[in-house]
């Protein structure tokens, strides 16, 4: 019979999986789907245009940097190193020592990075698809670059951890 420590270890574990393949799923297909509608279309605006589907295909890293490296370099720091950093943080995630914010946090990371090592290993040129873009028009600041759902599962698990360190700095 499992302890109720095992008991709870596996329900974390259960849940860490189950939001992680949703997270890449959601991803993937959302990827899928702007291949499919947006790749050779002009894009498509909302509110006035401050919301737009746009079709990019991002050869570098945030923002598009490591643009311009060769693919073998790009796939050795985008894929390879991300990948051990991923491996990495699924580690820290099994470990029993963060709270629960910490543990989603980790998992949104880790199911963006995933989401876009994905693309960066199934796409020729190792690229990742990127489709969502914010201009709230009122200063050139105020833009973003283009991005995809993996990238918003990276920015809410990034805020999630600030917010939480924040919390425990305000404590001590």
């Given at each position: 019979?499992?302890?109720?420590?095992?008991?709870?270890?596996?329900?974390?574990?259960?849940?860490v999986i189950v939001m992680l393949i949703v997270l890449v799923i959601l991803d993937q297909w959302t990827k899928y789907m702007a291949v499919a509608y947006l790749r050779y279309a002009e894009p498509i605006y909302f509110f006035e245009g401050m919301f737009q589907l746009i079709y990019a295909e991002n050869p570098g890293a945030f923002?598009?940097?490591?643009?311009?490296?060769?693919?073998?370099?790009?796939?050795?720091?985008?894929?390879?190193?991300?990948?051990?950093?991923?491996?990495?943080?699924?580690?820290?995630?099994?470990?029993?020592?963060?709270?629960?914010?910490?543990?989603?946090?980790?998992?949104?990371?880790?199911?963006?990075?995933?989401?876009?090592?994905?693309?960066?290993?199934?796409?020729?040129?190792?690229?990742?698809?990127?489709?969502?873009?914010?201009?709230?028009?009122?200063?050139?600041?105020?833009?973003?670059?283009?991005?995809?759902?993996?990238?918003?599962?990276?920015?809410?698990?990034?805020?999630?951890?600030?917010?939480?360190?924040?919390?425990?700095?305000?404590?001590?």
């Amino acid at each position: 019979m499992k302890s109720t420590f095992e008991n709870l270890f596996t329900f974390k574990m259960i849940s860490v999986i189950v939001m992680l393949i949703v997270l890449v799923i959601l991803d993937q297909w959302t990827k899928y789907m702007a291949v499919a509608y947006l790749r050779y279309a002009e894009p498509i605006y909302f509110f006035e245009g401050m919301f737009q589907l746009i079709y990019a295909e991002n050869p570098g890293a945030f923002l598009g940097m490591g643009g311009g490296m060769s693919r073998s370099t790009r796939f050795v720091i985008f894929g390879l190193f991300v990948a051990i950093g991923l491996a990495f943080m699924f580690w820290s995630i099994l470990k029993d020592k963060i709270t629960n914010v910490e543990r989603v946090s980790y998992t949104f990371i880790l199911a963006g990075g995933i989401g876009n090592v994905i693309d960066r290993l199934t796409h020729d040129n190792g690229h990742v698809i990127d489709f969502l873009f914010i201009d709230l028009k009122f200063a050139s600041w105020a833009r973003t670059g283009v991005f995809n759902l993996a990238d918003v599962a990276i920015v809410i698990g990034v805020i999630l951890l600030l917010s939480t360190a924040r919390k425990k700095s305000s404590i001590s």
